[in-house]
């Protein structure tokens, strides 16, 4: 089946420094997306990416989707405590609307020092 | 997380018990799934559903049964509960293209 490398599995980091993390398939996706989880709570959704090249941003949070349609990066500017958690890649092969599944990556614990 | 709602927050279940998760949304989504999570497994998916009356397996089935009678709601049930299914277990759903809701777990163990 379809496998997604996030990297990296942990990050400690200083409160104000930038954050980066990516995940790479080893097939192509139609849409790329990057949730965050809270620890107790559901995984909830940060950044949509539905062509290849696109750069979105959401605040402090930027993401792209790779020209090759295999990988996608998140980056956190300025990181703040409340950015604590786990972030999960997740990606959707085009389907032409009847394949449903989405492969998630194994997520990337961003620990924030104040 | 809005729209899917998840019952119940927490369970404890003795083997060999059975027990039914509660999964309903609001916002008239065609595509629902069952995941479960566990410490760096990310999350895999259990059973997923197109619609009402469909229902397709995904990558970890076993041990699990889903239906779907209504587009609201999407029952997950453990028939014979095993501590291998002591996990946390997310309910979601979407329409379309659009990406997936969440609800905010069961966290389930089995003694």
């Known amino acids: 089946g379809q496998q997604l490398n996030q990297s990296p599995q942990s990050m400690f980091i200083q409160e104000g420094e930038d954050v980066s993390m990516n995940c790479t398939s080893s097939?192509?996706?139609?849409?790329w997306l990057w949730y965050k989880q809270d620890p107790g709570e559901g995984p909830v959704l940060l950044i949509a990416?539905?062509?290849?090249?696109e750069l979105t941003s959401n605040g402090r949070l930027t993401a792209q989707f790779g020209i090759t349609r295999k990988d996608s990066f998140l980056n956190i500017s300025a990181s703040i405590p409340s950015d604590v958690g786990i972030y999960f890649c997740?990606?959707?092969?085009?389907?032409?609307?009847?394949?449903?599944?989405?492969?998630f990556g194994k997520g990337t614990l961003l620990t924030v020092n104040p | 997380n809005a729209g899917v709602t998840q019952t119940p927050k927490f369970q404890v279940l003795k083997t060999g018990q059975s027990m039914t998760l509660q999964c309903a949304q609001d916002?008239?989504?065609?595509?629902m799934s069952w995941y479960r999570q566990d410490p760096g497994m990310g999350l895999r998916l259990i059973h997923y559903?197109?619609?009402?009356?469909?229902?397709d397996q995904g990558e970890v089935p076993n041990g699990y049964n889903v239906s779907r009678s209504t587009t609201e709601d999407f029952p997950l049930r453990l028939l014979s509960a095993a501590p291998s299914q002591t996990s946390v277990y997310f309910c979601?759903?979407?329409?379309?293209?659009?990406?997936?809701?969440f609800g905010d777990g069961t966290r389930l163990s089995i003694l």
């Open positions: 979601a759903s979407r329409t379309g293209r659009q990406p997936q809701h």
């Open positions: 097939s192509i996706f139609n849409t």
């Open positions: 990416l539905y062509k290849a090249g």
């Open positions: 997740a990606g959707q092969p085009y389907s032409g609307g009847s394949n449903y599944k989405l492969t």
């Open positions: 916002m008239n989504h065609e595509y």
């Open positions: 559903s197109v619609g009402a009356g469909i229902t």
